[in-house]
C-alpha cells in the first residue's frame, strides 16, 4: 500500500508550514523514522520523520512552499507499486483531470499536477486587484509570497502583508516609506516564520514595553571554583561537562521566585506573577534563534539543570525540539559570551516582563586584599518592562543574583 | 390590495397575462403561430386566447417557420406589432433569413423610416427529453445580429414585465422561454406593469462571488446559492435579464464588489455569450478588482443527448455550480 506523506501539524494552532528541504531524493529508499524533510513553522524548523519504510515517489513541495496542515506531498511506496493518482482539489467541475502517465523507465516518477511551472524571469503571478493594492500600498510584488494557485498573489496576500507590516511597525507610527538603496539584489527573502514571528515581537515589544535596563558586574571567582570542583563529579553522574550557563541557571532560577514582578506577564489589565520559573535559553542557530525553555526551573537541582540544557541543546541543533519545548517562557537568559561579547542589552521577549542578557567573562582588574588584583568578572544586564517592574524591584534582583554567584554555596 | 400583493402565477400565466392584457389595450398587436388557437399553443401559452380575440388575431399558420417570421415582418413594417411564437426554439433557424437578415436590418437600411416592432416567442433549453431538436438555447445567434434585442426573464414577475416591454418596442426583439420556468410560480401583479430593458437585477447579494446567470441557470444558481450559504460561501446571483441590451453597471459593480466571478449559461460554451460577459468584465472596470480569473461553466460543445441521464451532463445543474463557484471563492483564500 502507497503510504502517504503528509506535511504534520506539529502545533496545535498550525495551519500551514513552510516547506524547507526534502533530506531524501525521490526515488530513493527510505527507512520508517529516518527523517524524510524539514519544515518551517511558526516557530522554528523541525525534522519530520518518513511515517513508512519504501522508495520516496511523487514528490510535490518544493523549498518555500507555504503547505496546509494534512496535504500530502509524497509518497512511500512498495518496490514495484504505483503511485496512486493524487487527489485533484483544484479542477473545476466537469472538467476532465488529466491522466497520469503509465510506468516509466529508469525508475523515474511521475510528478503529481502540482508541479506547475514558474512564472517566467522577471515576471510575478498576481491576481489583477492585488497588483493594483500593491502598487497604491507602495509594495512590491516581488517581496510578496502567493498562496493562490501556482503561487499566484491574490488580495488575500496583500491584505496578510499589509498586516504583517502593520505588526512589525510600532503601533499609531504612520508606515514610513523609506525609499530603498538604488543596489543590486543578491537575494530577496520573504518574510515568513520564526523569522517574521521574531519581527513582530520584538516590533511590538520595544514599541510598547518601556524599557529600562540596569547593569552590573559580577565577580565570577567563587563560581569559578565551585565549577572546578564539581566538573568531574557531575562529568561523571551525567556524561555532561558543568558548564557557567548551567549556574547561571540554577542562581536565577532560585532567586526569581523573590522578586515576583520579575517572573511575570503583563496581561491587558492585570500583572500575572508566575509561581512557575520557565526559563528560556537564547539559543543561536545557524541562521536564525530559537529559545528552548526549561520548565519549572525552580525545582530542578544543578546536576537535573546541567541534563536538560545539553539535551535541549543538542536537540536544538539538530532541529528536533517540538515547539511546545520552545515556547511559554515566564523570563529569558541570553548569552553572547561565547561570541566576545562583554556586555549588551536585549530586548525583552513577550508577554515576559524581563530579559537578562550575559556577557564573556574576562579577567578585570579589581580591588583584592592587598591592592588590585585580576578577578574574572561576568557583565549582567537586566532589560525590564518599566510599566511592572520599578528600577528599584530590578536592582534588588539583580543584587541578589550578583551575591547568589559571588557566594554559590547559597545554592545548596 | 394585499390579495394583489399574494398572487402567484406560473411563469407561463404570467406570459400569457403579458400578451392578453397588452391586447385587449392596443388593438395592433397580435399572436401568430403553430396550434396557437384551438391546441391553445404546444405549451399552452395562448389557452383561451382564441376564444377571447377570434381567429383574426390569434392567427393559426402552416408549419413554416420562414412564413411566420416573413408575414410578422410584413405586418409589422405596416404598423402592427406582431408577437410570434417559434414552438421550440430549435426551428427558429428556419425563420433566420426573415429575423436577422430582414426584420433586423430594415429600419437602419431604411434611414429609420419604418420600423419593425416584432416579438419573437421562443421556448428554449434542455430538461425535457426532447433530443438534441427540441432543446437548444440559441441566444448567442440573435445577440450577434445587430438590431434584435434579446430578453431572457428568469421569474413569472419579469416575464410578464418584460413581455409587455417587447411589445411595446419598436424593434424585433426574442423573448426567450425556458420551457422548466414554465412550471414555476411567483408573484406576479394583476395589473399591467413594465420593465425597462437592460437592468440587469442581482437575485440574491452575496460577497464572496459573484455568479452571472440568465433564463433557467438563475433558479438553479439561487438553489447552488443556498447551499454554499451553509458552507459560509456567500454568492450573489446576478441575472441581467436583457442580454441586449446589457446592463453592463450591474454587473461591473458586482464583480468589482466580489472580486470574483462565475458565469454560467445552458448553452454550449464555445462561442456562448458567457464570452461576451467574460470580456466586457475583463475589459471594464471590474479588471483591477479581479482576484481571479473569470470562469465561465456553461453547456458542453455536443447536441443535447435524449437519454436523461447524459442530457443532465452537458447542461450545468446546481451541483456543478455548487462546485464551480465553491472552488473559484476559495482560489487563494
Given at each position: 500500500m502507497a503510504v502517504e506523506v503528509i506535511l504534520p501539524k506539529v502545533d496545535m494552532v498550525m495551519e500551514t508550514g513552510t516547506f524547507v528541504e526534502w533530506l531524501k531524493q525521490e526515488g530513493q529508499q527510505v527507512v520508517k523514522g529516518e527523517p524524510l524533510f524539514t519544515i518551517l513553522t511558526d516557530k522554528a524548523a523541525i525534522e519530520i520523520e518518513s511515517p513508512a519504510s519504501g522508495i520516496l515517489a511523487g514528490v510535490s513541495a518544493k523549498p518555500n512552499d507555504v503547505i496546509p496542515v494534512s496535504?500530502?506531498?509524497?509518497y512511500i511506496l512498495a518496490p514495484g507499486e504505483r503511485q496512486p493518482e493524487r487527489r485533484s482539489g483544484a479542477s473545476a467541475a466537469g472538467a476532465a483531470t488529466s491522466a497520469v502517465p503509465a510506468e516509466t523507465p529508469a525508475g523515474a516518477v511521475v510528478i503529481g499536477p502540482s508541479a506547475f511551472p514558474a512564472a517566467p524571469a522577471g515576471k510575478v503571478r498576481a491576481s489583477p486587484v492585488a497588483r493594483r493594492m500593491a502598487a497604491e500600498l507602495g509594495l512590491n510584488l516581488n517581496t510578496l509570497s502567493g498562496r493562490g494557485p501556482r503561487g499566484r498573489i491574490q488580495r488575500a496576500d496583500v491584505a496578510a502583508a499589509v498586516e504583517t507590516r502593520a505588526a512589525i511597525r510600532p503601533s499609531g507610527m504612520p508606515a514610513l516609506q523609506i525609499p530603498l538603496p538604488d543596489a543590486r539584489r543578491k537575494e530577496v527573502i520573504p518574510l515568513t516564520g520564526a523569522r517574521k514571528i521574531i519581527a513582530q515581537r520584538m516590533a511590538y515589544s520595544a514599541a510598547t514595553a518601556p524599557h529600562i535596563t540596569l547593569s552590573l558586574h559580577v565577580d565570577m571567582s567563587e563560581a569559578t571554583h565551585l565549577r572546578t570542583r564539581l566538573l568531574e563529579k557531575i562529568e561523571q553522574s551525567t556524561g555532561q561537562r558543568l558548564s557557567f550557563t548551567a549556574i547561571l541557571v540554577r542562581a536565577v532560577a532560585a532567586v526569581l521566585p523573590h522578586h515576583p514582578f520579575i517572573n511575570a506577564s503583563l496581561n491587558v489589565e492585570e500583572i500575572i506573577c508566575w509561581e512557575d520559573v520557565h526559563l528560556g535559553i537564547a539559543t543561536s542557530l545557524k541562521d536564525y534563534l530559537i529559545v528552548p525553555v526549561i520548565r519549572?526551573?525552580?525545582?530542578?537541582?544543578l546536576e537535573q539543570l546541567v541534563v536538560v540544557l545539553a539535551d535541549l541543546v543538542e536537540r536544538a541543533r539538530s532541529h528536533r525540539l517540538s515547539p511546545a519545548e520552545m515556547s511559554g517562557s515566564t523570563f529569558t537568559i541570553s548569552n553572547l559570551g561565547m561570541f566576545g561579547i562583554e556586555s549588551f542589552t536585549a530586548i525583552i521577549n513577550?508577554?515576559?516582563s524581563a530579559i537578562l542578557a550575559v556577557g564573556k567573562i574576562v579577567e578585570r582588574q579589581a580591588a583584592g586584599e592587598n591592592g588590585l588584583v585580576l578577578k574574572p568578572m561576568m557583565n549582567l544586564t537586566l532589560s525590564a518592562d518599566h510599566r511592572v517592574i520599578d528600577g528599584a524591584a530590578a536592582a534588588s534582583f539583580l543584587a541578589e543574583l550578583k551575591a547568589t554567584l559571588e557566594n554559590p554555596y547559597l545554592l545548596l | 390590495m394585499s390579495d394583489q400583493k399574494k398572487r402567484e402565477i406560473t411563469y407561463l400565466e404570467a406570459v400569457r397575462e403579458a400578451m392578453v392584457q397588452e391586447m385587449r389595450s392596443d388593438p395592433d398587436v397580435f399572436l401568430m403561430g403553430e396550434d396557437i388557437g384551438v391546441y391553445g399553443g404546444a405549451f399552452g401559452a395562448s389557452q383561451g386566447m382564441l376564444e377571447e380575440f377570434g381567429p383574426e388575431r390569434i392567427r393559426e399558420t402552416p408549419i413554416s417557420e420562414e412564413a411566420i417570421a416573413g408575414a410578422a415582418t410584413g405586418a409589422a413594417m405596416m404598423g402592427m406589432r406582431p408577437i410570434i411564437e417559434i414552438m421550440f426554439m430549435d426551428f427558429v433557424t428556419l425563420a433566420m433569413d426573415q429575423l436577422a437578415n430582414q426584420a433586423a436590418k430594415i429600419r437602419f437600411m431604411f434611414g429609420g423610416h419604418t420600423s419593425v416592432p416584432l416579438v419573437c416567442r421562443a421556448p428554449a433549453g434542455s430538461?425535457?427529453?426532447?433530443a438534441a431538436q427540441h432543446c437548444q438555447s440559441l441566444e448567442a445567434w440573435f445577440v450577434h445580429a445587430p438590431g434584435i434585442k434579446v430578453v431572457a426573464p428568469s421569474t413569472p414577475y419579469d416575464a410578464k414585465g418584460l413581455l409587455v416591454t417587447s411589445i411595446r418596442d419598436n424593434n424585433p426583439v426574442l423573448f426567450m422561454e425556458h420551457k422548466l420556468l414554465y412550471r414555476t410560480k411567483g408573484h406576479v401583479p394583476e395589473d399591467l406593469y413594465s420593465i425597462p430593458f437592460g437592468q440587469a437585477e442581482v437575485k440574491r447579494p452575496g460577497r464572496d462571488l459573484t455568479v452571472i446567470a440568465y433564463s433557467n441557470m438563475v433558479v438553479r444558481a439561487l438553489e447552488a446559492a443556498e447551499i454554499l450559504a451553509a458552507e459560509k460561501i456567500e454568492i450573489e446571483v446576478v441575472d441581467p435579464r436583457t442580454l441586449k441590451p446589457l446592463d453592463e453597471a450591474t454587473l461591473m459593480a458586482s464583480v468589482c464588489k466580489t472580486g470574483r466571478v462565475l458565469i454560467v449559461h445552458e448553452?454550449?460554451?464555445?462561442?456562448?455569450?458567457g464570452g461576451e460577459l467574460a470580456a466586457l468584465i475583463a475589459g471594464g472596470e471590474a479588471f483591477d478588482y479581479l482576484d481571479a480569473p473569470i470562469r465561465r461553466l456553461a453547456g458542453r460543445d455536443i447536441p443535447i443527448p435524449y437519454n436523461r441521464t447524459l442530457e443532465r451532463a452537458t447542461v450545468p445543474q446546481v451541483e456543478d455550480i455548487v462546485a464551480a463557484a465553491r472552488t473559484l471563492a476559495k482560489e487563494g483564500k
Open positions: 496535504e500530502t506531498i509524497a519549572q526551573a525552580q525545582t530542578k537541582n513577550p508577554p515576559e | 430538461g425535457t427529453g426532447a448553452a454550449p460554451i464555445t462561442g456562448g455569450f
